[in-house]
């Protein structure tokens, strides 16, 4: 995880509202959505780690990382500027 990676901060109502919008999306195309049943693994594992004056943030990885099959993406928790806890959900 390198810091050049984060991309802007977020929330944890965001992270749940793009899980749902993505699970309906899947279920308008008629793919099966029943792993949404369970709880937000995200959420509960960031929330787990998250203390007071973090700050949540969406990352990426740089192009060049995506292009050669290891790109990666997610959320962090940032403390005092240093990156304390990551859950990637997103893998080339």
Known sequence: MEK???????????ISADRESFRDQMSKRGLDVS??????????????????????WRFRSD??????????????????GEIVASWVSMLS
Do not use: H, M
């Open 35 to 56: 792993c949404f049943d369970k709880p937000d693994e995200e959420v509960l594992y960031l929330k787990s780690k998250i203390q007071d004056g973090d700050e949540l």
């Open 4 to 14: 050049e990676w984060l991309t802007r901060k977020t929330s944890f109502e965001e």
């Open 63 to 80: 192009d060049e990382s995506w292009n050669q099959l290891s790109g990666r993406a997610g959320t962090c928790i940032v403390r005092n």
